[in-house]
């Protein structure tokens, strides 16, 4: 009977706690984001993350080490202005580095590599990012 009565008392005290508003609610879903994940390794290969970071061999500049020939072309495909100065510009050196990523679906091998030149060099570079993937 006491086991009964505990039942009915819990079932009781349920009811009342439960929720009157019957919606559903969706809260907004972050957008897939497939490149981050490269970005910041990409990043870690070629400058340490450093936006300021400057390779006077190459004259490679900023996070992802636009060098002149590469903004070169971008420039020359898109219209844009940029000069190797505003790859110090995180967001501006993104831009770059998305245009080419994009052209490489979400391969993200092929989108190193390419992104570090041609040639057999280029899978040691896929090596070092994949570390950091």
């Given amino acids: 009977m006491k086991i009964?009565?505990?039942f009915v008392l819990l079932l009781c005290t349920v009811r009342v706690l439960a929720p009157t508003d019957r919606r559903l609610y969706i809260a907004q879903a972050e957008g897939i984001q497939p490149y981050e994940r490269l970005k910041h390794a990409v990043g870690m290969v070629e400058s340490h993350c450093d936006t300021l970071a400057y390779n006077p061999v190459e004259k490679a500049t900023g996070f992802f080490q636009v060098r002149p020939i590469r903004l070169l072309d971008y420039n020359q495909r898109t219209g844009s202005h940029y000069k190797l100065a505003d790859m110090y510009n995180y967001k501006k050196a993104e831009k770059v580095f998305m245009y080419y990523a994009r052209d490489g679906?979400?391969?993200?091998?092929r989108i190193a590599r390419r992104w570090n030149g041609s040639g057999k060099k280029t899978i040691d570079y896929w090596n070092k990012v994949k570390k950091f993937l």
Avoid: R
């Fill in 4 to 6: 009964l009565m505990l």
């Fill in 105 to 109: 679906c979400l391969d993200l091998e």
